[in-house]
C-alpha cells in the first residue's frame, strides 16, 4: 500500500482533486469537521498522512511516506535526499525580494553591504546573496516577514509572491525574483526503484492526466 504526503495549505485541494483524477479519494482531509491526519482512500489501496508543507519532503525521506505533493520551494531550502518525479504545473508562485516602496534600493546588487535580509527561506537567501558576492545578514522569521522592512530591522525581505497582494497591502514591492515555484511529485528514491506499491503505474497515469491534451 502507498503512502502520500500530503500538504496542508494552499496546495491541498489541488493535490486532492489531482489524485481523486486517477482513483484516488483523500477528501475527507477537505471536512472541517475531520481531524484526523491519517486517512486511507476508500478503496484500502493507498493512505495519506497531512503534514505541514515543510515536513512533506521530511516524511518522504525517511521513508514513512513513499510519495508526496510539495512545492518546489521547500524542495530548494530543504534540499532532501528524494525523487523529484513530476512538475504537476499548479500552485505557482515565486520567490522575490522585496523592498519598502519608499526605500531607494530597486535592484538587489544595490542593498548596502552588510544589511539585513529578513526570510523564512533561510538557505535560499543566503545561496543567492553568496553567489552575488554580497555579505549580508539574513535574519531568521517565520510569521510576517513583510514586517522586517516596515519596522525598519531590515533592508529587504525574501518570500514567497503569489498575486503581490500582501506586499501592496503593506507598502512593498518586488525587485528581484529568485525562482519560479510549482508543485511537485517526490518518491522516496528506493521506493521508486524497486516500484513499492505500483508506483510506476501511478505515476504513468499522472502523466497521463497532466500532459494528454483534453
Do not use: W
Not at 503512502?3 to 479519494?25: C, Y
Not at 519532503?57 to 511516506?65: N, S
Not at 522586517?148 to 501592496?168: K, Q, Y
Amino acid at each position: 500500500m502507498l503512502t502520500f504526503a500530503l500538504p496542508k495549505g494552499a496546495l491541498l485541494v489541488d493535490s486532492i482533486r489531482l489524485l481523486q483524477s486517477v482513483g484516488l479519494d483523500f477528501s475527507a482531509f477537505l471536512d472541517s469537521s475531520n481531524r484526523q491526519l491519517q486517512i486511507s482512500d476508500p478503496t484500502q489501496t493507498a493512505k495519506a498522512l497531512l503534514v505541514r508543507a515543510q515536513d512533506v519532503p521530511v516524511y518522504v525521506e525517511y521513508g514513512q511516506a513513499q510519495v508526496g505533493i510539495v512545492g518546489y520551494d521547500v524542495l530548494q531550502e530543504k534540499k532532501p535526499n528524494v525523487a523529484n518525479l513530476i512538475d504537476l504545473k499548479f500552485g505557482k508562485c515565486r520567490l522575490s525580494v522585496a523592498v519598502k516602496e519608499s526605500s531607494p534600493y530597486r535592484r538587489t546588487v544595490e542593498l548596502p553591504p552588510h544589511g539585513r535580509v529578513a526570510s523564512k527561506f533561510v538557505h535560499c537567501a543566503r545561496e543567492h546573496f553568496h553567489n552575488l558576492n554580497m555579505p549580508v545578514e539574513i535574519v531568521p522569521l517565520y510569521g510576517s516577514v513583510e514586517l522586517g522592512p516596515i519596522t525598519g530591522m531590515s533592508e529587504a525581505i525574501v518570500d514567497l509572491v503569489s498575486t503581490g497582494r500582501t506586499l501592496r497591502e503593506n507598502g512593498l514591492i518586488e525587485i528581484e525574483v529568485l525562482f519560479e515555484s510549482t508543485a511537485y511529485l517526490i518518491a522516496h528514491p528506493l521506493s521508486y526503484r524497486l516500484n513499492v506499491g505500483g508506483l510506476d503505474e501511478l505515476i504513468g497515469k499522472l502523466r497521463n492526466q497532466l500532459f494528454t491534451p483534453a
